[in-house]
């Protein structure tokens, strides 16, 4: 019953590859974030959905291409991992885009060697 | 807690003594904050928010206090347990513009002490 699920929850692949991550959510929201967070724990915005449209696309490499097939799931791809991709990924949710806290699922871990 | 350098600024707290933690905020037109905490290996659990109407909000055993003069936001813990132990996160609705976009401070790592 995990409110915002990610998979995997770590993820070691060799430079060049091309990684997918899972996101899921059960709470009905309709916004979901996908957020990155360096080692030294800084959280950066990089995407926001909203019923399946794109809403807030940060400055990202294109090689990240996230997709949302529908309001519960949003998913993101990363082409050609470089080394400076090693982070956590964290998903988020929330109700609707006005004021609202969101709901973070627990990250994945993604190695580059 | 704005980060430093290249650490996390640490607040060491006796268990039962009260938390203070602070955060500088950068927009005078944001208008919502919230206090997020991150245990190791989690992802961050929403604790308390404050709308800009507001200048103190609590709740089981936090209290937000936000001073919009000054742009500074606390976090205040009382009889802070071992449990609390982990980092906390500032975050204000910074580009209002592009909705419910969260924008976090660097955070402050809390370490109670037994």
């Known amino acids: 019953d995990t409110a915002v699920s990610q998979t995997p929850k770590y993820l070691v692949t060799q430079m060049g590859n091309d990684k997918s991550i899972k996101c899921e959510q059960n709470?009905?929201?309709?916004?979901m974030y996908w957020y990155k967070q360096d080692s030294k724990k800084f959280l950066k915005i990089m995407f926001s959905?909203?019923?399946?449209?794109?809403?807030i696309n940060e400055t990202v490499p294109n090689r990240f291409s996230p997709k949302s097939p529908d309001k519960a799931h949003l998913n993101l791809h990363i082409n050609s991992l470089e080394l400076g991709d090693s982070a956590v990924y964290f998903c988020?949710?929330?109700?609707?885009?006005?004021?609202?806290?969101?709901?973070f699922g627990s990250g994945t871990r993604l190695t580059v060697v | 807690g704005e980060s430093v350098g290249l650490h996390l600024p640490t607040l060491s707290v006796q268990e039962g003594d009260n938390s203070i933690i602070n955060c500088a905020y950068s927009n005078s037109a944001s208008d919502y904050f919230i206090w997020y905490k991150q245990e190791s290996g989690k992802g961050p659990q929403f604790i308390i928010d404050?709308?800009?109407?507001?200048d103190k909000r609590q709740g089981q055993r936090v209290t937000v206090l936000l001073n919009k003069t000054v742009k500074h936001l606390s976090l205040q813990i009382a009889a802070t347990q071992p449990g609390d132990s982990a980092v906390y996160f500032c975050a204000e609705n910074l580009d209002k513009a592009a909705g419910n976009k969260l924008t976090f401070g660097g955070g402050t790592r809390v370490l109670v002490k037994p």
């Open positions: 988020a949710s929330s109700q609707g885009r006005g004021l609202y806290g969101y709901t």
């Open positions: 959905y909203n019923n399946k449209e794109l809403i």
């Open positions: 709470l009905g929201h309709d916004t």
């Open positions: 404050i709308r800009s109407n507001m």
